[in-house]
């Protein structure tokens, strides 16, 4: 005879998803807790390990820092954890990686709730006590080698910005002057835009004059673009539009320089599979006009295989700067994480259910600022009209629940994609949509 299954509303029915809660444990017993500051770092140790007191304030110069790590070894320290608060922590764990502690870095969230009144002391003596039972764990940071590779494209990525601002800049003082560049031509910045812009710098004032410089290719004639260079040339705007100028060609240089840096990093890591045969580079968009992507895409691509075992930037929608900046923000050990369901949760691209009362009452992505998720949205969002799995499937979310959130899921699936392909080593294949559509 079949037992009756039980009801919602029944008593005592077993409830699946529980989690074995064990006793607090001593896990780390050579544990230490820092508290990192911009003048002073607070740290404990165990009691017992120093004579005098468990806890003791350093300074930040690098003499403390070793001060430091030779008093943590006094006190046979094994592992220490941090939080990651700023800029501060890197000179401490570098050096303290260096002298061969396991250094956990911690997110600020799992230590904020120490109990009684806030001091540095009583915090760094909350992070030791977390980390001797085990209760935090450690942020993900890339290898030594693409780590270094990262902190190049961040700059890299920070130098693009300062310079977009001077951009806008010298639209602004074209503006001031009713130069009305940005109606004559389609990019300011291209070769048209920035030949009219040195020449003005340069002191030539005859609108008829700035419209030879068009090139051929324009779509509006000399006579139009020469109507729209006729400006009032005032003295304080012709300053601040010089001044732009240099700053703009400043910032160029610099990227110049750092792409340079970037493709020795680049000749520097050893990679850990061969490429069997050169690629034949192919660009997704026949129309990109992006000043910004790398000088050589072709000797980068071949970069990346090298460094990743895959060809990441075959996947639809991920160009070569979006997988270079990928992998430099991931690495290629995926093994990190445990399940592919992790690995979409540190990007941000997994719904956090708030749960109560067997009821979701919320589901939304969690606030995040990965860089590696903010790349795979992108890459989304260059397929929303191509015509492969990703295209279809983000056309078909967004009937249902909104172009916002169709991206996030299309993200989620190209992640998915890139994971399985990192962690299995296995090439990518491209489905049309139309096959995709036959599959669902």
Known sequence: MKAKK????????????????DTLERINLNAAGLDIGAEEIYACVPDGRDAEASVR???????????????????????????????????????LEARGFKVYLVNARQVKNVSGR???????????????????????????????????????????????????HIQKALQQMNVQLVQAVSDMTGATGMRIIRAIVAGERDPFHLAQLRNYRCKKDAAEIAKALTGTWRSEHLFVLQQALELYDFYTAQIQACDAEIERTYATIRPDWPVAQPL?????????????????????????????????PAV??????????????????????????HFCSWLGLAPKNDITGGKVIRSRTGKTKNRAGQAFRLAASSVTRADCAFGAFYRRKKSQIGPAQAIVAT??????????????QVPYEHISAASFDQQI
């Open 316 to 341: 639809d929608g991920i160009s070569v700067s979006v997988a270079q900046t990928i992998l430099s923000e991931i690495g290629t050990d995926m093994s990190r994480w445990p399940t592919v369901k």
């Open 57 to 95: 304030v350093f300074g930040t110069y690098t003499t403390d820092l070793l001060a430091l790590a030779d008093w943590l070894a006094q006190c046979r320290i094994d592992t220490v954890a941090m939080e990651s608060t700023g800029v501060y922590w890197i000179p401490a764990f570098e050096i």
């Open 6 to 21: 039980q009801g919602k509303g029944e008593s005592g029915r077993a409830v699946s998803g529980a989690v074995r809660l």
């Open 118 to 168: 806030k001091t540095d002391v009583l915090d760094c003596q909350w992070i030791q006590q977390l980390h001797t039972y085990g209760l935090l764990s450690n942020s993900f940071r890339p290898e030594g080698e693409i780590c270094a590779l990262r902190a190049y494209l961040r700059h890299r990525s920070n130098l693009i910005r300062y310079r977009s601002g001077h951009v806008q």
């Open 411 to 424: 993200a989620h699936m190209i992640a998915r994609v890139v994971y399985f392909m990192l962690k299995n």
């Open 280 to 312: 034949e580079f192919t660009r997704k968009k026949n129309h990109s006009h992006s000043k910004n992507r790398p000088p050589n895409e072709l000797a980068l691509r071949s970069h990346l295989l090298r460094i990743a075992g895959v060809d990441v």
